[in-house]
């Protein structure tokens, strides 16, 4: 009888304890899926060098876009902590990754191509990039893709070495091609600006051109960045902002503006540029491709 009596304890044991297992299994199944995030927690600061702006969408309340009249000033209010994100170019993004540390980081590429030599003079037809050996061009893109495209465009063609102006601004290369007989490297959308504000400016070689002819993308010209990125709560403003910029872009037809936030699409196109730009010149970027740890992705559920 006591043995009954124990097997039967046994048993009620037994059933209690799968019972309590099934129902913490049932509990995991029933757990809902961890929300994603609709909406910013708090603004967001993007800053662009003043005339910037047109290279981002028309993005909805909570987007804060401000200007700087210069690169450097640019630098400084996001390594600084004022601004949450940046445009910029490829070169000045992996500047920013280095003289920050590490902490801000390249989100995806937003504008492709632009790159043109502007200029006020007599008519020209026919022009190549050989035909500017040797000449002066004003610029405020220092050291940016544009320049090394152009030497490049310039070398294949058979010519030799322009001697550049380098400015602060791109106001500067506006007051320059003021000047008769004056030449200027400017990338969109501010070579669009130049010319509408001044119809004595006129393109005179689109540098895109002679670069996708030989067998290159369109160059990655400008490149989001953020440091806005550390924390849970950061990360999910990213992953709302992604979001937004993806539906403003739906919104506005723009052939030449990307957004790759979702994909490493956009870092294996700004790598590519780096290594083609180097293998035609050496000491181009400081001879150096930007690292995989400078790039940013957040994948986002389907």
Known sequence: ?????????????????????????????????????????????????????????????????????????????????????????PSTAAELYAESGGAILTVSPVKLGGVSILYFGMEREDMKPSDLSGRKIFTAEEGEPSQYILDQAIRDDGGYSVAYENLDAQGEVADALKNYNTYALVTEPYATQIMEEDSNVKKILD?????????????????????KWKDEKNQDDVKVFIKDFEAAMEKEEDQKRVFYGQSDRGDAMIRNFFGEIIEGNKEAFGGKMPPDAMFYNIKLPN
């Not at 028309?58 to 700087?68: E, I, M, R, S």
């Not at 640019?74 to 004022?82: F, V």
């Open 207 to 227: 540098v895109d051109t002679f670069w996708t002819a030989k067998g290159h993308e369109a160059p990655p010209t400008w490149v989001l960045v953020t440091g």
């Open 1 to 89: 009888m006591r043995k009954i009596k124990i097997l039967v304890l046994l048993l009620a044991l037994t059933l209690i304890t799968v019972s309590l297992v099934a129902c913490g299994e049932e509990e995991k199944k029933a757990a809902p899926a961890p929300k994603e995030p609709t909406k910013l927690s708090e603004d967001m600061k993007i800053v662009v060098v003043e005339g910037g702006e047109s290279l981002l969408p028309t993005l909805p309340d909570g987007y804060k876009v401000n200007t700087v009249e210069t690169k450097e000033d640019l630098k400084k209010a996001i390594l600084g902590g004022d601004q949450d994100m940046a445009v910029v170019s």
